[in-house]
């Protein structure tokens, strides 16, 4: 019986090659809204660090901005809303009804929905990069608990159905069917039916789907974006700057290997170099140090000497341009400490120095309002706060860089997982997105 169960198994999984094939090799690429979901309060989203943190302090991203997208799953279709998060592998969609949910995926009421017992070779061998070993519950199904380190979790049964993306159904696609669980973003949780798990793993979404590439770009003038599985290729998209994928193959107790892990060497505020030496920026013998780019958070953080450095040439290249907000004990988010206050009858904001993220073989800059970030409902007397969107991230507790999505405003995101490295050029996102024919 084991030996047919393992046939079954091999079968299975040489037909969902072959779709994966078919699908990315066939298909054109496929275009979609993506969406800056933008919320009146923070939200407290909790993100994954378990692997990349020593220190058991709450890690708290407070969003203001989630990035979501709108597909279809199940048979017949149902419609869902998922928040794109290239800092996680598994997709997750609630299928309990809770009294604050607006949107769950019905299981029950879908004819391809197929549970995945704890025997399988899914659940015993391809679940190995996910944070918690899973288990066998009392039904012998692959049970799955994440834990994030501000101790909400999501917790749920490892399940198979087919997502519609666009015009085309993909293969049958490993996800978790969440029942349970603790989250401290309820109000985030009412707006979206889930996760959708990007990055290098064996259950992401886009690595089972089958697409090699994919590529987004965020608007900063509304909540218009684009999400393109495959490959982009335009004639009014400038050529792209690549920076390699670090690859760690020795694994290190905090080295995420699964994330979109790039080589951050230096930074450049206008034309002068922070003066730091190489070796800050790069990930030490426990793999503390990485950088990784991070669709699943708002801001950019950086270690605690690097973050230092960059706030104090800042200062120095704006003094006389901005007016610092002097209040020591006033901290933004956690982590960004560096303020300003601007009149809010102000067109436009002044001339700022660029930023530029000088990666490996290619440079990021950042500019203009994505250096800034108004803070919704601080005032002082008639003017508005205004926090540098860079922060500490010793601050969080996190041993890590992140590179969040307000620095990707309007920058061209391509993630080539077939040649291991991502690429980025400048471009107005609203549009490309008229380009690409979205209802923008």
Known sequence: MAFLQLLVQLYISFILLQSKHCLSSNQPPIVLALRTQKHRTPISTPRLFSTTSKTTDKLLFHHN?????????????????????????????????????????????????????????????????????????????????????????????????????????GPATVFGCMDSGFSSNSEEDAKTTGLMGMNRGSLSFVNQMGFRKFSYCISDRDSSGVLLLGEASFSWLKPLNYTPLVEMSTPLPYFDR???????????????????????????????????????????????????????????????????????????????????????????????????LMFRGAEMSVSGERLLYRVPGEVRGKDSVWCFTFGNSDSLGIESFVIGHHQQQNVWMEYDLEKSRIGFAEVRCDLAGQRLGLDV
């Open 258 to 356: 699964v994330a979109y892990s790039v080589q951050l060497e230096g930074i450049k505020v206008s034309d002068k170099v922070l003066s730091l030496p190489k070796s800050v920026f790069e990930p030490d013998h426990t793999g503390a140090g990485q950088t990784m780019v991070d669709s699943g958070t708002q801001f950019t953080f950086l270690l605690g000497p690097v973050y230092s450095a960059l706030k104090q040439e800042f200062l120095l290249q704006t003094k006389g341009v901005l007016r610092v907000l002097n209040e020591p004990h006033y901290v933004f988010q956690g982590a960004m400490d560096l303020c300003y206050l601007i009149e809010p009858t102000r067109a436009a904001l002044p001339n700022l120095p660029v930023v530029n």
């Open 65 to 169: 901005v989630t990035l979501t997208v709108s597909l279809k799953a199940g048979t017949p279709l149902q419609d869902i809303t998922m928040v794109l998060d290239t800092g996680s592998e598994l997709s997750w969609l609630h299928c309990k009804k809770e009294p604050n949910l607006n949107s769950i995926f019905n299981p029950l009421a879908s004819k391809t929905y197929t549970k995945i017992p704890c025997s399988s070779p899914t659940c015993e061998t391809r679940t190995r990069d996910l944070p918690l070993p899973v288990s066998c519950d009392p039904a012998k199904l692959c049970h799955f608990i994440i834990s994030y380190a501000d101790a909400s979790s999501v917790e749920g049964n490892l399940a198979s159905e087919t997502f519609r993306v666009g015009s085309v159904t």
